[in-house]
Nanobody
Framework: QVQLVESGGGLVQAGGSLGLSCAASGRSFSLSTMGWYRQPPGKQRELVGTITSGGRTNYADSVSGRFTISRDNAKNMVFLQMNSLKPEDTGVYSC?????????WGQGTQVTVSS
């Protein structure tokens, strides 16, 4: 089993920046891909981006060039740096980890971008 716990959400004005962190525990040393999803109000959960254990990243078009995902394998942590935030970035952001064929998500942290 893997446990993922996010931190760092909050309220920020449009154009601002915010950073999220996620700490993995349990069998986290085996996690291959990690990343972030988000769920905007009234919408389904969507991919923000992922990062492999080797550091290769993949981003949704809507955040590419504004968001950066990084990872510290030694500390079993993944990070999301969000710049040039827009009101449409508002949502619950959840950390993601893949272990074999199993997918895991954290409880999520709220990010609200005011206009």
């Amino acid at each position: 089993q893997v446990q993922l716990v996010e931190s760092g959400g909050g309220l920020v004005q449009a154009g601002g920046s915010l950073g999220l962190s996620c700490a993995a525990s349990g069998r986290s040393f085996s996690l291959s891909t990690m990343g972030w999803y988000r769920q905007p109000p009234g919408k389904q959960r969507e991919l923000v981006g992922t990062i492999t254990s080797g550091g290769r990243t993949n981003y949704a078009d809507s955040v590419s060039g504004r968001f950066t995902i990084s990872r510290d394998n030694a500390k079993n942590m993944v990070f999301l740096q969000m710049n040039s935030l827009k009101p449409e970035d508002t949502g619950v952001y959840s950390c993601y980890g893949r272990l074999g064929v199993n997918n895991y998500w954290g409880q999520g942290t709220q990010v609200t971008v005011s206009s």
